[in-house]
């Protein structure tokens, strides 16, 4: 019987067994585990014994990987599979909007593979404190879809932007998405308004027991209804220091094709460095504003994956 692997542990996992609405418990021989750790979303076998109980007896190759690298053991460590898509929440009201921190979480889905789906919830409340329509170019550009909604009001009908909440359910039907945003943007309410009211957020509580706790890695994934959440703190910790400046390179291609631009290959693209074709660019020019705060946020991320301490990056 086909499965797939909704919360993943050492050896026993719960499986939804297709065409069923309850999960079973499977436990996985060290044949299986041998190949590769099982986690949440990974598609498998499952058998039931003479004794009834369940056993994972194959597993499917994954279309698709949540990962980070785990530089000391050279290793990827893989916390969910199988997915489809990043949903990135983001809040046009309190807390404010914070372009680098979605600028990191983009960064995750180009290294992932996977396309970015980003919401602008409390548009009730946006107050005009950013240029929506700026970040929509320039997310467009990353090659994400942008969509304008607020979670408390679900006939809240787009004022700024072409996509809202209809379009992002009609988007998400029949996928897997992995949910990203910073505590108090509203990610719950939102799953409740898309999943009509039937999914819970197991981490929704876990910021209310205090700092530190969306440091652990458990990942699960939470039935939507038309669609399927992985819900995980772990994937939320987007410090970027197990990347390589290569992977960011590939994570910003419109900055390192217009690096090739200028005289001298090692340029920093400093203010004031000499024959740098970024410091050229008139700001006044919206593409070139774009591509200069793409140019700002890979600044601040190539500062990390090169080690280098807070300090030192506003002195730089």
Same mark, same amino acid.
């Given at each position: ?14 499986? *939804?067994? /297709? ?16 190949? #590769? ?16 109980? !369940?056993?994972?007896? &194959? ?8 990962? =980070? ?33 979605? #600028? ?7 290294? !992932?593979?996977?396309?970015?789906? +980003? ?5 009730? +409340? ?25 979670? /408390? ?5 787009? =004022?700024? *932007?072409?996509?809202? *909440? ?51 890695? !458990? ?6 209804? /038309? ?14 220091? #197990?990347?390589? /400046? ?9 900055? &390192? ?27 006044? #020019? ?7 705060? =793409? ?10 994956? =090169? ?10």
């Amino acid at each position: 019987m086909k499965a797939r692997i909704h919360v993943s542990s050492k050896r026993v996992y719960e499986c *939804l067994p /297709e065409g069923l609405t309850e999960r079973v418990q499977a436990t996985a021989p060290a044949r299986i585990l041998k190949q #590769d750790h099982l986690v949440v979303g990974d598609n498998v076998e499952i058998e039931q014994t003479p004794e009834g109980d !369940w056993a994972i007896t &194959a597993v499917e190759p994954r279309t698709s990987a949540i990962f =980070r690298n785990i530089q000391r053991e050279r290793m990827k460590k893989v916390i969910a599979a199988n997915v489809d898509a990043v949903l990135i929440v983001a809040s046009a009201g309190l807390p404010s909007y914070k372009r680098g921190l979605v #600028d990191r979480y983009l960064v995750r889905a180009r290294q !992932w593979g996977l396309p970015a789906l +980003v919401v602008f919830n409390k548009m009730d +409340v946006f107050d005009g404190s950013f240029d929506l329509k700026f970040e929509e170019a320039r997310l467009q550009d990353s090659e994400a879809l942008c969509y304008e909604v607020c979670a /408390e009001q679900p006939d809240y009908q787009p =004022r700024f *932007l072409a996509l809202g *909440l209809a379009e992002l359910a009609a988007k998400l039907k029949g996928n897997t998405a992995v949910l990203l945003g910073q505590s108090g943007v509203g990610k719950s309410r939102l799953i409740k308004q898309l999943s009509g009211g039937r999914a819970e957020l197991l981490s929704g509580d876990i910021g209310k027991v205090g700092k530190g706790q969306h440091t652990t890695t !458990w990942a699960e994934l939470v039935d939507c209804g /038309e669609f399927v959440l992985v819900d995980s703190p772990g994937v939320r910790s987007m410090s970027l220091d #197990d990347l390589s /400046e290569d992977d960011l390179n590939a994570c910003f291609p419109d900055v &390192a094709q217009g690096a090739t631009r200028c005289k001298f290959s090692n340029c920093t693209h400093k203010t004031g460095v000499k024959g740098c074709w970024f410091q050229g660019l008139n700001e006044q #020019d919206q593409g070139n504003a774009l591509v200069l705060s =793409r140019l700002d946020s890979f600044q601040r991320i190539l500062s990390e994956v =090169r080690g280098i301490p807070d300090w030192e990056k506003d002195h730089s």
